[in-house]
């Protein structure tokens, strides 16, 4: 028998050998000691949507580096017309300063949650959602825009083919990871602007007492959502 001291400064006695092994695997214990399980549930999803991601990136890569095809110039593809001249990638700039400003209001969010300053907190992340909204919104113009002029996921008027899935598919998927904040943003501020998480009320779909470490948790998602868009930012429109 082997001892440990427990959570509580109590020994606690473990069987040795793999009969130890077994008592640690089905004890009711929480496998990470320093984190809640919410903030550890919601590292192993962003890890898991890395390799998505990853997986995204590289199928593109491959793709543009392996066609024959000459790929679209990106400076010519994205460009705006504006003044009567073509200016390249000016909204893509436009999206990617907006996406990293709502990272920094989502840091002050999460930096004021902390201190229990409740209207605070909620003013930024309804703006935190407002900038994401108008990042999704700009989103949809670009698509529009392409969409008119003739992009398809099988075709596009400036060169190989594959364009186009591999843009509709990465800037697609990313799009809606920042529409899913946005909702869940105005979700989390309502709770912080009534005061639920003062009073830890309990949640609506669980019985669990509401905290301000769900803020922190939101940030978590937002700030690795702004990560993703700087990768693809520099992989699809600089390259």
């Given at each position: ?18 009969r130890g092994v077994a008592a640690d695997f089905s004890s009711d214990q929480r496998a990470f000691k320093t984190a809640s399980w ?177 803020v922190e948790i939101m940030g978590l998602y937002w700030h690795f959502v702004d990560l993703v868009w700087v990768f693809i930012f520099a992989f699809f429109y600089l390259?």
């Open positions: 028998m082997a001892q440990t001291i427990g959570i509580h400064g109590e020994p606690d006695v473990r069987p040795a050998g793999l919410g903030k550890a549930m919601m590292w192993i999803f962003l890890l898991s949507d890395t390799f998505v991601f990853g997986c995204f990136l590289i199928a593109y890569m491959t793709a543009r580096m392996s066609t024959p095809v000459p790929w679209p110039n990106p400076s010519e593809v994205f460009a705006l017309h504006i003044g009567g001249q073509d200016v390249p990638l000016i909204l893509i700039a436009i999206m990617t300063f907006v996406l990293i400003s709502s990272s920094g209001t989502m840091a002050m969010a999460v930096n004021f949650g902390y201190r229990r300053d409740r209207r605070t907190t909620a003013i930024l992340m309804l703006l935190t959602a407002v900038l994401g909204a108008c990042f999704v919104g700009m989103q949809a113009f670009e698509w529009t825009k392409l969409i008119t002029e003739g992009v398809r996921p099988w075709e596009n008027p400036w060169g190989a083919a594959q364009f186009g899935s591999t843009f509709f598919m990465i800037t697609g998927f990313h799009g809606t990871h920042v529409t899913i904040g946005v909702i869940f943003l105005l979700i989390v501020a309502r709770k912080v602007w009534r005061g639920d998480f003062d009073q830890e009320r309990r949640g609506f779909f669980t019985s669990r007492k509401g905290r301000y470490e769900a390259w």
